[in-house]
Structures are given as structure tokens and as C-alpha cells.
């Protein structure tokens, strides 16, 4: 059995969120505030979790603004999202404060840093693939648990990054790139487990118990260029920005307002039979090499990313 697919599709509501709940990691970020907002703004509520204390007054108050304008709510919870105890009672107090299911995860939690790697300290790296696998994975451990156990559908978008799929010049990121690579496996493997109501195409190792049925859940990432943000700050102080911009199609790097868009598009359309890839790729001087890697040729992999924003569609298992 496969959940049914929807045959009325309105053009208008490819963006709307009504009824639906949605939680943002990362949610005092800059991605994660802005995508919260735009959620809000789409008829969604919107659950912000995060490791800061509280969000930053402006911040959160045009985000509350945002919710009373459109007949929407937020709330804002502090979490770790690494510290796998921590999470089942926030989730335990977000399911006793909702109003809509939760039907929806942007994870946006995020660290980087950079080291030449022959003097890369271990617990930095360590830590960065904590915060950007471990508690990506956990956070969507969690909204899986609760889609299954309120037995709706949704759409859990991670946001990667470019660096998984290409390495950057003058940027020696080794545990951000291997970080964001993996979690690119990891929207790959949670799509192909949890797209299908049974699962595994009815195959059960002997001796085991059908699985439960649930409705699927669709995993993808969204892997953005450049982003002006507190994240690259450091590369806008040492002039390192000023290069990119020079070598960029667009002569300049991307706002985070430009990801609103991908992000609802795949939020909302969570009974759909898309499970995609979506590189939201800031053209820059990161492709070139990339590019001459491979057989010196633009073969279909080149074309993928050299196209400035790509769908690819996989077919839900
Ligand atoms: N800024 C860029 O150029 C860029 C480019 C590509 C991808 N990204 C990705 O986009 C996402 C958002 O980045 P951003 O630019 O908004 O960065 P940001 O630093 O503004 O936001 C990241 C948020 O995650 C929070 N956080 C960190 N560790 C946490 C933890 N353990 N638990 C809970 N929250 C935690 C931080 O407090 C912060 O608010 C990240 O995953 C980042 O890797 C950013």
C-alpha cells in the first residue's frame, strides 16, 4: 500500500503551511529566524529551538510581529541539539503547546571553522561533526517520532551546504565539508526509510514483526552558496568575501531571504511524490575546479551543479 496521492493540486497553495506546525533548528540564526518567518508568513506555526538562551530582542519580535499579522504563533525553546536527553522533553512540552501537528522540520543548527588540516585539533573537528551530523540527525530522529506517533505526513528539509558536494578554495574546511557531505547521506537514507508507509518494500528479515504503517515522510537538503551572515563573518573581515564576489557570476553572495522560497516549496508539498535534491548554488569561483576535475569535461554531474538552481526528482521508495 502506498499513501494516496493528491490529485487537486492548487497553484496558489504551493506555499502554504495552514494547519501545519513546523519546527526550526538553528531557529536565532540567520537562516533559521528567516525561514521561521517566512513559515509565518505562510499560514504555519513555528516552533524555534535553539542553543542561545533567547533569541535577540529585534529578532524576536519582528518574528512575533510576523505571527500576529498572520493569525499564526511562535514559540521558542532552548536546546541543545547534540544533547540526545535533552530533546524528548522539549518535544514532550512543544506537543503540549501546539495547535496543528508538527508536520514539518528545518534544520538549520550549524557550526564551521577553519584549520589547515595537518594542524586541525581533534575536538574541533569532533565538535563540528557533533553539532552538524549528530544533531542534525537528532532533531529529525525527533520530528520522525512525532509524525509517527500523531500518524501524519511531512517534509523534513536539512539545509547542507555547497561545501558537500564541492571542496572550496582558500577555505581549508575539512570537518565542515565532510560534515555537510554526510548530511546529505543522511536526507538520502532518512527519504528512502521513511518515504514508503512499510518501509522496506515489504522485506522483513526473519523472525521480525511487520512494521507499523505511517504515512510517509519526505527528507531533502537544500546546499546554499554563500550566505552573508554572522557564519562568514570572518571571511567578509579578512577581504576573503571581497574574492568570492569578484569571481562570482552574480558579483555578489547570497541574502538570506533567497532560501525562503526552496524552503517552503518543499515544505509544503509533503504528500507529494517528489523526494529531491535542491542546490541552491551561488554561482562562484568554488565551481571552476570542481568542474575541470572531472574528465575535463561537463559531463552530467557538472551540469547538475552548474545549473544555478536544480530539482532533481527521485521517485519516493
Ligand atoms: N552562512 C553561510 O554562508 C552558509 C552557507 C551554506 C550553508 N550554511 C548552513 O546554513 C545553516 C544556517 O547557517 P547560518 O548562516 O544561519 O548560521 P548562524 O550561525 O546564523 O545560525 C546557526 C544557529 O545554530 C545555532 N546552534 C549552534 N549549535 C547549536 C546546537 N548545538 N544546538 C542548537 N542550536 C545550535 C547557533 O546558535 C545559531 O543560532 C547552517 O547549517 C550552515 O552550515 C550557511
Known amino acids: 500500500m502506498t499513501h494516496p496521492a493528491p490529485t487537486e493540486l492548487s497553484t496558489k497553495a504551493l506555499f502554504r503551511l495552514d494547519g501545519r506546525t513546523i519546527v526550526i533548528s538553528g531557529g536565532a540564526g540567520s537562516v533559521g529566524s528567516t525561514v521561521g518567518k517566512a513559515v509565518l508568513e505562510s499560514g504555519g506555526d513555528a516552533i524555534f529551538i535553539e542553543i542561545a538562551p533567547q533569541p535577540e530582542a529585534s529578532r524576536w519580535n519582528n518574528i512575533e510581529a510576523t505571527a500576529t499579522a498572520n493569525g499564526t504563533k511562535a514559540w521558542y525553546h532552548r536546546l541543545n541539539v547534540t544533547d540526545a536527553d535533552a530533546i524528548p522533553p522539549v518535544f514532550d512540552t512543544i506537543r503540549s503547546q501546539i495547535r496543528y501537528p508538527l508536520r514539518g522540520l528545518v534544520a538549520c543548527t550549524g557550526i564551521s571553522g577553519v584549520c589547515d588540516a595537518t594542524s586541525y585539533p581533534i575536538d574541533a573537528f569532533r565538535k563540528i561533526i557533533d553539532v552538524n551530523i549528530a544533531g542534525a540527525f537528532l532533531t529529525t530522529q525527533a520530528i520522525g517520532r512525532e509524525m509517527h506517533r500523531a500518524t501524519v505526513p511531512g517534509s523534513i528539509?536539512?539545509?547542507?551546504?555547497?561545501?558537500?558536494?564541492?571542496?572550496?578554495?582558500?577555505?581549508?574546511?575539512?570537518?565542515?565539508?565532510?560534515?555537510?557531505?554526510?548530511?546529505?547521506?543522511?536526507?538520502?537514507?532518512l527519504a528512502a526509510e521513511w518515504g514508503h508507509p512499510q518501509n522496506t518494500f515489504d522485506y522483513y528479515p526473519a523472525g521480525q514483526p511487520k512494521r507499523k504503517?505511517?504515512?510517509?515522510?519526505?527528507?531533502?537538503?537544500?546546499?546554499?552558496?554563500?550566505?552573508?551572515?554572522?557564519?562568514?563573518?570572518?571571511?567578509?573581515?579578512?577581504?576573503?568575501?571581497?574574492?568570492?564576489?569578484?569571481?562570482?557570476m552574480l558579483g555578489r553572495i547570497s541574502q538570506v531571504e533567497e532560501y525562503s522560497a526552496p524552503v517552503l516549496f518543499l515544505l509544503e508539498s509533503s504528500r507529494r511524490w517528489w523526494s529531491l535534491r535542491l542546490v541552491v548554488e551561488t554561482p562562484s569561483q568554488a565551481l571552476a575546479p570542481w568542474l575541470v576535475n572531472r574528465r575535463g569535461c561537463y559531463d552530467q554531474g557538472s551540469l547538475i551543479l552548474a545549473l544555478y538552481s536544480f530539482v532533481q526528482t527521485r521517485l519516493p521508495v
Not at 173 to 184: C, D, E, F, R
Open 157 to 189: 528539509v536539512l539545509i547542507a551546504s555547497m561545501s558537500g558536494w564541492i571542496s572550496n578554495r582558500c577555505i581549508n574546511g575539512a570537518a565542515y565539508n565532510a560534515s555537510k557531505s554526510a548530511v546529505h547521506q543522511l536526507a538520502r537514507s
Open 213 to 248: 504503517v505511517h504515512p510517509p515522510i519526505r527528507v531533502n537538503t537544500i546546499s546554499p552558496g554563500h550566505i552573508e551572515t554572522p557564519l562568514t563573518a570572518e571571511a567578509q573581515e579578512t577581504g576573503l568575501v571581497d574574492d568570492w564576489v569578484k569571481q562570482n
